[in-house]
């Protein structure tokens, strides 16, 4: 299947432990983002990669750290986490013909205990 | 920035009825307007998008129509089904590598 794909789909860890989450896209696209969606589900841009370039970085704090290692992928690690980084992470990515149609992957589920 | 409402947060409709969701926004150079449906444990997945040089745009049983002169684009959704429940996602987006500006949500229920 051709799509986005993230692992883990759940993820319950312990305040102060350090976890990654791992995002694949086997569409061809050139740009890859997270988003974090809250329990009330707002949805805010976190990360965007262009080909393994960083082009956009909200205020994001810098225990996240987001790592693409080639263009197909792009993870994000979160270094001590805290409670309020509960919530869901999407990735998603955009092709270059038309750079404004995201396509998002399922989504991880993150508790912070 | 670009800053992104959207109404109602909630909307129940009777199978069969219309449902309509408004959003406005504030960046009038905003060019590009899509329309997210997120069903329960799944991703966002687009719907339908319009651009700011269409005032309006049809796909089967969903429309969008845009007003740049008063900054609001509204979704239509005829003949509703239950499978259309889901929170339904307004976007703004200014051109190049500037993010993708969400509207809150709407939760619709389409109850049979």
């Known amino acids: 299947d051709t799509a986005v794909s993230q692992t883990p789909k759940y993820l319950v860890t312990q305040m102060g432990n350090d976890k990654s989450i791992k995002c694949e896209q086997n569409l061809g696209h050139d740009t890859m983002y997270w988003y974090k969606q809250d329990s009330k589900k707002f949805l805010k841009i976190m990360f965007s990669y262009n080909n393994k370039e960083l082009i956009i970085n909200e205020t994001v704090p810098n225990r996240f750290s987001p790592k693409s290692p080639d263009k197909a992928h792009l993870n994000l690690h979160i270094n001590s986490l805290e409670l309020g980084d509960s919530a869901v992470y999407f990735c998603?990515?955009?092709?270059?013909?038309?750079?404004?149609?995201?396509?998002f992957g399922p989504g991880t589920r993150l508790t912070v205990l | 920035g670009e800053n992104v409402e959207q109404h109602p947060s909630t909307l129940s409709v009777q199978e069969g009825d219309s449902a309509v969701i408004k959003c406005t926004y504030s960046?009038?150079?905003?060019?590009?307007f899509p329309w997210y449906k997120q069903e329960l444990g799944k991703g966002p997945q687009l719907i339908i998008d319009i651009r700011s040089n269409v005032g309006e745009k049809k796909d089967q049983r969903i429309a969008v129509t845009l007003n740049k002169t008063a900054k609001h684009f509204s979704l239509h959704i005829t003949e509703t089904q239950p499978e259309d429940s889901a929170v339904y996602f307004c976007?703004?987006?200014?051109?190049?590598?500037?993010?993708?500006?969400f509207g809150k949500g709407t939760r619709l229920s389409v109850i049979a």
């Open positions: 998603a990515s955009t092709p270059i013909t038309s750079p404004d149609t995201q396509y």
């Open positions: 976007a703004a987006h200014l051109s190049g590598n500037t993010p993708l500006v």
């Open positions: 960046d009038s150079a905003s060019n590009y």
